[in-house]
Each structure stands twice: as structure tokens, then as C-alpha cells.
T-cell receptor, first 111, second 113 residues
Framework: DAKTTQPTSMDCAEGRAANLPCNHSTISGNEYVYWYRQIHSQGPQYIIHGLKNNETNEMASLIITEDRKSSTLILPHATLRDTAVYYC????????????FGPGTSLSVIP | DAGVTQSPTHLIKTRGQHVTLRCSPISGHKSVSWYQQVLGQGPQFIFQYYEKEERGRGNFPDRFSARQFPNYSSELNVNALLLGDSALYLCASQLGGQGGEQYFGPGTRLTVT
């Protein structure tokens, strides 16, 4: 079973920030939070990952709560091309692990 | 630089047949993982290979097997195909064997009739 829970679907207006939540209440101290997205009929695309500090790259920002039990992926200015299924995953960096995807959040960016 | 490549793109097989799917990782990446994605669900982990050895296996029957070659490319084999094996099969490569970003290929769409 996936170690994360996410809302099934969300809408966001084009140009506005999209905030995608993820709960990972059973996360272990050595598990990182990863985010991927999958545009229809394509392979998943890596977005960002973090351990406990907030992270930012050219695609998105990742905000992890102090207790690490939840996180939020932020797309600062959503475009129609950001319409996709977004997956939140927890992974250990130092072992061969099964990467377990949940059903993800289907984000629809609306014009 | 070329990303992860998979072949074929689409495939139609009949129940009971076997199939071989191929994956070439990003140059320099030594690990390949395979996933099955049924319509409407997230990808399900099948195997991870690193340095030509199986490092992880998901909850799939023995009909599923894989191998990794010296050039780090990989094959996924499925025997005695069932209708339920119809899915998008994804290959992901990563630099090392433990943790880190995975980069996915476009997948092979397998239809079993």
C-alpha cells in the first residue's frame, strides 16, 4: 500500500498558484518526499524531492511541515500544460526500495 | 542527450503468448526499474535491476521476469499472458542503485486479447 494520501482531484485557474497537498503521517526519519507528475499517456516526470527543508527548483516548490507528516507541492503560476496526475511518494535514499505510487491527484488547470 | 527509450511503443498479443519489452536507460545510468500501470491507477513496481542483478521485486507472479545486460539495457519478459496483463509498461532509469530521481520512458502499451 502507498504510504501517502492525496486528494483525488483538484482544479486550478490558469495563472494562479496550484497547491497540491500530501499526507505521509507514517514517514520515517530517513524517508524523502518525492513528487512526480504524469501527463496523459506519457511516462511520469520527476518534479522535486526533499527531506525536511523546503525546496525550490525551476518547476515547483516543496513545502514540508516541521513534523514531516505532510507536504505541499506548489506550482507558482499554473498553465494548461500543468494539467496532469501528480504523485507524492516517500522513499529511502540508502536502500533498494520498492517505489510505491498511490493513485495521485488529477490536477485540471482551467482557462 | 537521449532520455529513456522503450520498444515497442504498442503491442497486441493473444492470451497465452509471451512478450518481451525492451528498455535503454539514460547514458551513464546503471539502474533500471520496471512498472506496470493499469488504466486509472498509479504505476505498480515490478522489478529493479542494478549492475545486472535483481535488487527489488514487487508482488507479481513468476510469469514476470527481467534481466539487465552489460550495457545496462534491460528486458522485461511476461509468459502465459492473461487479459489482466493489458497495461502500460514503464521503464525508469536512475544513476545509482539506491534512491535518487528516477527518469521514466514513454512506456510500452500492451494489449492482450
Amino acid at each position: 500500500d502507498a504510504k501517502t494520501t492525496q486528494p483525488t482531484s483538484m482544479d486550478c485557474a490558469e495563472g494562479r498558484a496550484a497547491n497540491l497537498p500530501c499526507n505521509h503521517s507514517t514517514i520515517s526519519g530517513n524517508e524523502y518526499v518525492y513528487w512526480y507528475r504524469q501527463i496523459h499517456s506519457q511516462g511520469p516526470q520527476y518534479i522535486i524531492h526533499g527531506l525536511k527543508n523546503n525546496e525550490t527548483n525551476e518547476m515547483a516548490s516543496l513545502i514540508i511541515t516541521e513534523d514531516r507528516k505532510s507536504s505541499t507541492l506548489i506550482l507558482p503560476h499554473a498553465t494548461l500544460r500543468d494539467t496532469a496526475v501528480y504523485y507524492c511518494i516517500v522513499r529511502v535514499q540508502t536502500s533498494y526500495d520498492k517505489v510505491i505510487f498511490g493513485p495521485g491527484t488529477s490536477l485540471s488547470v482551467i482557462p | 542527450d537521449a532520455g529513456v527509450t522503450q520498444s515497442p511503443t504498442h503491442l497486441i498479443k493473444t492470451r497465452g503468448q509471451h512478450v518481451t519489452l525492451r528498455c535503454s536507460p539514460i547514458s551513464g545510468h546503471k539502474s533500471v526499474s520496471w512498472y506496470q500501470q493499469v488504466l486509472g491507477q498509479g504505476p505498480q513496481f515490478i522489478f529493479q535491476y542494478y549492475e545486472k542483478e535483481e535488487r527489488g521485486r514487487g508482488n507479481f507472479p513468476d510469469r514476470f521476469s527481467a534481466r539487465q545486460f552489460p550495457n545496462y539495457s534491460s528486458e522485461l519478459n511476461v509468459n502465459a499472458l492473461l487479459l489482466g496483463d493489458s497495461a502500460l509498461y514503464l521503464c525508469a532509469s536512475q544513476l545509482g542503485g539506491q534512491g535518487g530521481e528516477q527518469y521514466f520512458g514513454p512506456g510500452t502499451r500492451l494489449t492482450v486479447t
